[in-house]
């Protein structure tokens, strides 16, 4: 089962991830199968993951490709909407376009961050 996991963390960190992708691309180190999305901020995260973004990621885990107006159904939303929300999440790289429309290609998504007090 493949499992995006969205993650909170800083520059330094996602670096740190990209760089041992790369190792494990090589073959420097294992490969360890998680698939990973980074945002900076718990705002930049609310920006592009908005509840109804998160609606149209829901009703695509574990379909395969659909095409945009299936997906606009299924979200009881209008077609232009859709395609707009659609557009921010592959553009942000949740989501993948596909030969027959747009996928998410991960049986179910994971959050892991923390929330600290204000200063």
């Given at each position: 089962m493949a499992t995006l996991k969205v993650k909170i963390e800083s520059l330094d960190q996602t670096m740190a991830t990209v760089a041992?992708?790369?190792k494990a691309a090589t073959g420097q180190i294992p490969l360890n199968g998680e698939f990973s999305l980074s945002?900076?901020?718990?705002?930049?995260m609310h920006?592009?993951?908005t509840p109804k973004r998160l609606e149209i990621v829901r009703v695509m885990t574990g379909q395969g490709?659909?095409?945009m107006r299936e997906v606009a159904r299924r979200v009881?939303?209008?077609f232009k909407a859709v395609h707009a929300d659609i557009d921010t999440l592959v553009k942000s790289g949740v989501i993948d376009k596909a030969d027959?429309?747009?996928v998410f290609?991960?049986?179910r998504i994971h959050?892991?961050?923390e929330i600290q007090s204000a200063a």
């Open positions: 041992d992708a790369m945002f900076p901020s718990w705002e930049t920006r592009v993951l490709p659909l095409s009881g939303r209008d027959s429309g747009v290609p991960y049986d959050f892991d961050f």
